[in-house]
């Protein structure tokens, strides 16, 4: 029977990481390191970089449509155009419980939605729960033509009224 | 010589099957270890432990229906296009215009329906008959786990059809996921491919129903029978006076 080698391993120094630790520590951190870069990477490609949507303004007639009490019901993009006592103002119809499209009933003088039962004022204030938070106010700029632009996008402060 | 014996004699057939003819507990045995579908079994089950009364074939059923569904679903992908203009159209053809299309199509959704209702029972089951107990605490986690995909897998599933319900139905299930502190935006816009419901959306939601769910849950199902095999069998009913 041969004399088999059997101290290869073994070095005088105990405690001291030998060249085999060193090299499966190193192996073990270059996999991890791939490992991260291939998460990262794949989350990067999952995240769309164009997105072919709707787009978020639309053309909402010229401001003197709206005397007070006028509700317009912009269903593509679910947003209401409201004339107020002091000008014109834009609402999210979405529902902010779940996201349903809320409507207008014109004999309550209310905005409902049909999924949970809730229901807002016409100044997108909650009347009756589910939802928990008041209709977002959207943005009203015009255009060089004197008409308004709604931007469904953008959410401004309550109260801020449109006067042309 | 037969001719039965013949085809049995041949190198062909004794290179595919090893074990012989003889009701030996050997050949038992083997029939089990060799078949790489029936080596998650145990070899021998006790008599008592087959008894309809004794698990009511809950997990049984449970895994049926999955094999039900997966049959009828890759029948379904074949005439289903995942794209707005189409989606819609195509379940309809399913419905009046393939053969067997409406069986084809009620058959995925009532074992569907069977499979999230059974997995409940026999979670159920298993609490009350203590069988989460040691050493069966790690399959009850990987079961918890297949509750979870199978509920996701009903859910993505749920889109696919393109109807009012299925869009509304997202809609709502997405926002929920918004709600999540933090990132919740994030993981919408991750699902959905984008800020509305639309054809990524519907992509998504038919990659992860056909290929992402289903490969973790058949990988999940095939750990969790191994596992009962590995922790001494199902247990039914626990035995008098034991606690």
């Known amino acids: 029977m041969p004399d088999l080698d059997t101290t290869l391993d073994i070095e005088d120094d105990e405690g001291k990481p030998t060249r085999r630790d060193f090299f499966v520590q190193a192996g073990v951190a270059a996999c991890a390191v791939a490992a991260a870069g291939s998460g990262i990477v794949t989350l990067d490609y999952l995240k769309p970089k164009v997105l072919f949507e709707p787009p978020t303004t639309f053309v909402a007639g010229s401001p003197l449509d709206y005397s007070d009490g006028v509700v317009r019901f912009y269903k593509d993009n679910k947003a209401f155009v409201i004339g107020g006592p002091t000008g014109v103002y834009a609402l999210s119809a979405v529902c902010t419980h779940l996201g349903c499209i809320t409507r207008y009933k014109s004999d309550e003088k209310a905005i409902a939605c049909p999924c949970h039962g809730s229901r807002y004022d016409l100044e997108g204030n909650v009347t009756h729960g589910p939802a928990p ?15 308004l632009v709604v931007d469904t996008g953008i959410v401004i402060a309550r109260g801020k009224v449109f006067r042309p | ?25 050997r050949n038992r045995s083997l029939i089990i270890f060799e078949n790489l579908f029936l080596h998650v079994h145990p070899v021998k089950v006790r008599e008592r432990s087959l008894r309809f009364t004794h698990t009511f074939w809950l997990g049984g059923i449970t895994l049926a229906s999955m094999l039900v569904l997966i049959a009828t679903g890759i029948l379904l992908m074949f005439y289903y296009h995942p794209s707005v203009p189409q989606a819609y159209r195509d379940m309809k053809e399913l419905q009046y215009v393939v053969d067997d299309g409406v069986f084809l199509r009620n ?14 029972l026999h979670m159920l089951r298993v609490f009350y008959h203590r069988a989460y107990r040691p050493p069966r605490q790690f399959n009850w986690v990987i079961g918890v786990v297949l509750l979870l995909v199978t509920l996701l897998l009903s859910y993505t599933g749920y889109l696919l059809p393109w109807d009012q319900l299925a869009f509304w139905g997202v809609s709502v299930g997405t926002n929920m996921a918004k709600q999540a502190p933090l990132i919740g935006e994030r993981i919408r816009f991750f699902l959905l491919g984008g800020n509305i419901v639309s054809e990524n959306a519907l992509l998504r939601f038919y990659v992860l129903h056909c290929v992402v769910l289903p490969v973790a849950l058949l990988l999940l199902v095939s750990i969790h029978i191994w596992r009962v095999r590995k922790d001494g069998g199902v247990q039914g009913p626990p035995e008098e006076g034991r606690q």
């Open chain 1, 133 to 147: 938070r008041p209709l977002p106010w959207l943005d009203i700029t015009e255009d060089a033509a004197g008409n």
């Open chain 2, 1 to 25: 010589m037969t001719t039965g014996e013949w085809i049995r004699g041949t190198s062909v057939y004794r290179s595919v099957i090893r074990h012989g003819l003889e009701d030996t507990n």
């Open chain 2, 107 to 120: 058959l995925h959704r009532w074992a569907a329906h069977l499979m999230v209702f059974t997995a409940v």
